[in-house]
């Protein structure tokens, strides 16, 4: 590891603006393990990114992201659009709502447990994913580590996005679910992977690099970080009754045996649709379709 002390991003307003007073533990706990550290409070949606690709430009090769996963997501986006993305490590003290991506990667939610982890000797190389997407008609690319999609799931990120922020875990998705589930109507999408091309009438569709999100759910069980591929989750014009009948399997990750569902692997994907259709990556709204998503193998290092 690099002779320059680690870099902590710090976004306060994680986990339901509580982690300004978790960091007081945080970082007394990064003091008794002997971990050098510098740190910088996040100040708005975006600002993790420009501190972490600065910081890995400038010389630290040790980066951690205190926050929930779109800071992780933030953090990591900067890794990989600096200079000195190959030789950077990413470590991680989740005090997010969802905490998603830990799940999938193993890290504690436990302070002490996850702290005492930045120094160990384990690394994990992990594939990373590349979104491209429409907003404010530009063509744009954003990273993402977990999960990203089109459909039902993106709107419902985006109405969380406008809910108060007071609860963690599943709540706030389940809240934003509900208010989404009144006005929303399934898509007509054209679906190309690899070679593949296949018309839907869907409801939503994931693509995973890891196997959890919107607070617990087990929406692609059999995505792996390290296997050079993204799980596509295409679930298809499925009722709103029916839906609500079957939301309780996602969390046991059974619901890929439901006959309107369809599970593919690749590592190129294209969606479009004749209606406008919203993209999401990470738990965070970006823009709307066409998207295409690619996989980039064993991009980010993770200390775990």
Not at 208 to 237: K, Q, R, T, W
Not at 283 to 298: D, H, I, K, M, T
């Amino acid at each position: 590891m690099s002779v320059l002390p680690a870099k902590v991003i710090v976004n306060p307003a994680a986990g339901a603006f509580s982690t300004r007073r978790k960091w007081l533990i945080i970082s007394k706990l990064l003091n008794r393990i002997g971990l050098p550290f510098d740190f910088e409070y996040t100040e708005g949606v975006g600002h993790a990114i420009e501190l972490a690709r600065l910081a890995a430009s400038n010389g630290y090769r040790y980066l951690v992201a205190v926050g929930g996963d779109g800071t992780v997501n933030e953090v990591a986006n900067g890794i990989l659009r600096s200079t000195n993305a190959s030789t950077t490590e990413l470590g991680i003290v989740s005090t997010g709502t969802g905490s998603d991506f830990i799940r999938s990667v193993g890290i504690s939610r436990d302070y002490t447990t996850a702290c005492s982890a930045l120094t160990g000797s384990r690394r994990l190389s992990i594939d990373v994913g590349v979104v491209e997407y429409q907003s404010k008609g530009q063509t744009l690319e954003r990273y993402f580590i977990n999960a990203a999609g089109v459909g039902f799931d993106a709107a419902i990120v985006r109405e969380t996005e406008r809910l108060p922020k007071f609860f963690g875990g599943t709540i706030p998705y389940v809240a934003g679910m509900l208010r989404t589930l009144i006005s929303y109507k399934n898509k007509p999408v054209v679906v190309r992977v690899g070679d593949e091309v296949e018309n839907y009438r869907v409801l939503n569709m994931a693509v995973a690099n890891g196997g959890y999100f919107g607070g617990g759910m087990h929406i692609a069980p059999d995505a792996e970080l390290c296997d050079s591929l993204l799980d596509v989750v295409i679930i298809g014009d499925m009722g709103k009754l029916e839906l609500l009948k079957e939301f309780p399997t996602i969390y046991k990750g059974t619901h890929i045996n439901h006959p309107k569902v369809t599970v593919k692997k690749g590592s190129n994907i294209s969606i479009e649709s004749s209606e406008p259709m919203l993209v999401y990556a990470d738990g965070e709204s970006l823009g709307e379709c066409p998207a295409s998503f690619r996989v980039v193998p064993g991009a980010l290092s993770l200390v775990v």
